[in-house]
């Protein structure tokens, strides 16, 4: 259970004392965060006083009396409106005008309560603002939360896009400069390199619009009756030619139809992720095993290969945003490492999963389940 700090300012020790009995014992239901909040009452009799608290212990909630010795609340308004602050102030008055009203609300008071009320009526005003500030805390949590996520992410495709692109001006500068002679054969290898890296660089981008897009809920999906095995074949035969530069072959074995509801661009994503990686971090003249099954309500995709496999270290790390298994093996091979965190999320679309065994040197087997809606 969490507290609130709440100082009372009033230069009546009745409502001093009163206000700390209710408000003692008070819990109030926060549902947006299913929490209950506590309050804990520091107490002070003028405004002098109150101020040199909030200079040495900021408080939550602010019960401020209008009509105080010396400094009135407003004054005291004045002084926390000037100041960098993180509470909600309710003014309390005997003489609840129109102009004490604007005046306050100025000043920064967020709400208002008349003398005399009763323990019900400071019970719901110190409910609706603790309640209103708990929300206004969060919302400020989660925009400086998507900040932090926004300046991750363009920091992280600033340092995927540098490194590609220097290869890629590097390789023009040669041609400009007449190192490579055109039409040559290094030539030629020099445009093939550069063609590689601006896919690359492609494939990250569209990897991030299709993370962005199912994150944001945006991704419009149309869920029809298909066949499983279809984007199984589609996914091996866009893989085919890198399999075959590499001499790895491609099984599939699967039920003679495997049918349900999905949406066929998203089946796709998922199963060029998984038959693309078994092709490219396997070994030459490995091979890939696409296996599919069939449960009753649940269908299972297992992609197996015959690769570099991970370490239960390396294992540990898969299916974050833009991680990549960097080691000695991997240097030299290309990706976004946004294609499991985009194949996890698209299986939690269909009440699934992914799991994966690996064993280095040996391979590494994904497993996918998808309820068949």
Known sequence: MDNLKVLVVDDEPGIRLGITRVLQPFLVRVPESEIDVGFSIAQAESGEEAIAHLRAQPVDILL???????ISGLD????????????????????ATIETAVSATKRGAFDFLAKPF????????????????????EAKRLADEKR??????????????????AAVEGYLQLLRDGVVAPG??????????????IEGMRKLIVDILDLTRIESG????????????EAAFRAIETATPAARSRQVTIELSAPERLGMRADPGELDIMFN???SNAVK????????????????????IEVADTGIGMSPEELKQLFGEFVRIKNAKTRTIQGSGLGLSILKKLAALYGGDVSVESTPDVGSTFTVTLQKQ
């Open 118 to 137: 009763t323990p019900e009526e400071l019970k719901a005003t110190v409910a609706k603002t603790a309640r209103h500030l708990l929300l206004q805390r």
């Open 184 to 197: 040559s054969p290094k030539a030629a290898e020099v445009l093939g390199r550069s063609l590689e890296r």
């Open 76 to 95: 005291v308004l004045e002084w926390v409106a000037a100041e960098p602050r993180d509470w909600l102030t309710v003014m309390i008055t005997a003489y």
């Open 148 to 165: 932090q996520v926004r300046f991750q992410l363009i920091s992280v495709l600033a340092h995927e896009l540098k490194a590609p692109l």
């Open 273 to 275: 992720n998984l038959v």
């Open 64 to 70: 401020l009396d209008h009509k105080l010795p010396g």
């Open 218 to 229: 945006q991704k419009k999906r149309e869920l029809v009756e298909v066949d499983v095995r």
């Open 281 to 300: 971090y396997n070994r030459d003249g490995g091979r890939v095993e696409v296996r599919l099954a069939d449960l009753g309500d649940r269908v299972r």
